[in-house]
Nanobody
Framework: QVQLVESGGGLVQAGGSLRLSCAAS????????MGWFRQTPGNEREFVAA????????YSIDSMKGRFTISRDNAKNMVYLQMNSLKPEDTAVYYC??????????????????WGQGTQVTVSS
């Protein structure tokens, strides 16, 4: 399996931006769909965005469209989440995840087989 390490989280004021990065290692990055999820205490992980391994398809949800953008650089084994116009309700631990040759939905956490340790994003009002 691929190992994932997130970075780029931190404290930002409402309306600000952050770019999260996810570095993959351990095996070839090719063939993996990649996703970002977030989680707040007491809640399940929430889908944020996903991208196919050739970047031909990206997935997001309506509440984040236009604010969050997922991208990847397969040559560098990196996945990114650009977050703009951040809101206090975006405060969460953000996780990077990988799914290889998956059969489920990219919107479901159970589809992913590798996870990073998470990076905290805190948006102050």
């Amino acid at each position: 399996q691929v190992q994932l390490v997130e970075s780029g989280g931190g404290l930002v004021q409402a309306g600000g931006s952050l770019r999260l990065s996810c570095a993959a290692s351990g095996r070839t990055f090719s063939g993996y769909a990649m996703g970002w999820f977030r989680q707040t205490p007491g809640n399940e992980r929430e889908f944020v965005a996903a991208i196919s391994w050739r970047s031909s398809s990206t997935y997001s949800i309506d509440s984040m469209k236009g604010r969050f953008t997922i991208s990847r650089d397969n040559a560098k084994n990196m996945v990114y989440l650009q977050m703009n116009s951040l809101k206090p309700e975006d405060t969460a631990v953000y996780y990077c995840a990988a799914a290889y040759n998956y059969k489920g939905s990219v919107y479901q956490a159970t589809t992913y087989t590798s996870w990073g340790q998470g990076t905290q994003v805190t948006v102050s009002s």
